[in-house]
């Protein structure tokens, strides 16, 4: 019995997670491709709730964040990992690595990517990478909603990358939600027979405060601009729930004083902007009322440091 298995196992002896009913099928399916290819909003929408951060800005997704989607006959672990890009820091090369580990870790690997492109040389190098995996892969052509009209010219390629491995494909956008039952029927059929891995109700595995984290950083990813975004790390420092208000305290941690005062802008402009809209999200989250206080501190070259990304929670995983 592995890990999860056990972890399975004792969460239903303690009575949290039911025992399957004869059929049910489960597994992990792990979400990979390029940066920005609309990964996280797929995870979103397949597990029916925002659980993942997205943004126009590529290599929104830092760590890897399960999505859990259970119905009658099955339940579908996601596995949301940071796009496969070339490092260029510490950071770079833990995110990478964590996304490589993921790769031999699920039950069936879900390849998106963009179809209002022509398939690129970084989608023929992941394919590289998947061509030695022991599972089954499905390629997903996401942003169908952006391609020009009766124009399918781009799905060629993909589909002739498909036919290359022996993938199977899907057409589908994320955003809009189309094709997204036909995709789940296409995975569930490469799942096994297995048991509940977590509670039928459960949409993620990451506690609160993770999600609050992330929210705070789309909101920065949104609202400011050049490496400010990539530079950021959110350290949740205090929760403290009362009757009627929830209260959030949270650091900023950048790697040089002008992205300090790009962050708190004019008067504390930007802080507050920040501060404001990612306070409507985490309200969201927690369904009600939220007090959030932001502070900015300056971390030099932390992205270099193995010790700092540790402490800052980015670290490889197992």
């Known amino acids: 019995m592995n890990e999860t298995e056990l972890d399975a196992q004792l969460g239903m002896d303690a009575g949290l997670i039911p025992r399957a009913p004869l ?39 830092r760590n890897r964040l399960r999505g859990i989607l259970t119905t009658p006959d099955v339940q579908i672990i996601f596995v949301d990992t940071p796009g496969i890009h070339k490092p260029q820091h510490q950071l770079g ?27 690129g040389g970084g989608d023929r190098y992941i394919a590289e990478l998947l061509i030695h995996s022991q599972v089954p892969v499905v390629l997903g052509l996401n942003k169908a909603d952006q391609q020009p009209a009766e124009d399918e010219s781009f799905d060629q390629g993909y589909r002739m990358l498909a036919d290359t491995h022996g993938w199977s494909l899907a057409k589908f956008s994320a955003l809009t939600g189309e094709g997204l039952d036909p995709l789940q029927q296409l995975l569930f059929r490469h799942l096994e027979p297995g048991p509940y891995y977590y509670p039928p109700d459960l949409v ?34 205090r929760v403290e729930e009362e009757p009627t208000i929830t209260r959030v305290l949270a650091t900023i941690h950048v790697e040089r004083p002008s992205q300090k005062g790009i962050l708190i802008g004019k008067g504390g402009s930007m802080l507050k902007a920040i501060g404001t809209a990612a306070r409507q999200q985490i309200q969201k989250l927690i369904a009600g009322k939220v007090y959030l206080e932001l502070f900015v501190k300056v971390q030099p070259k932390w992205r270099q440091s193995r010790s700092r990304l540790a402490d800052l929670g980015y670290r490889v995983e197992e």
């Open 93 to 119: 090369e833990v995110l990478v690595k964590n996304a490589q580990i993921a790769i031999r870790s699920v039950d069936v690997l879900l390849f998106v990517v963009d179809s209002s492109v022509e398939v």
């Open 23 to 61: 059929g049910f099928k489960s597994g992990f399916v792990g979400i990979v491709g390029r940066p920005n290819v609309g990964k996280s909003t797929l995870m979103n929408q397949l597990v029916g709730q925002k659980i993942a951060i997205t943004s126009p800005v590529a290599q929104t997704t």
């Open 204 to 237: 993620t595995d990451q506690p609160e405060r993770f999600i609050m984290g992330e929210l705070i950083r789309e909101q920065i990813l949104l609202l400011t601009r050049e490496e400010v975004p990539y530079s950021t790390a959110i350290a949740i420092d």
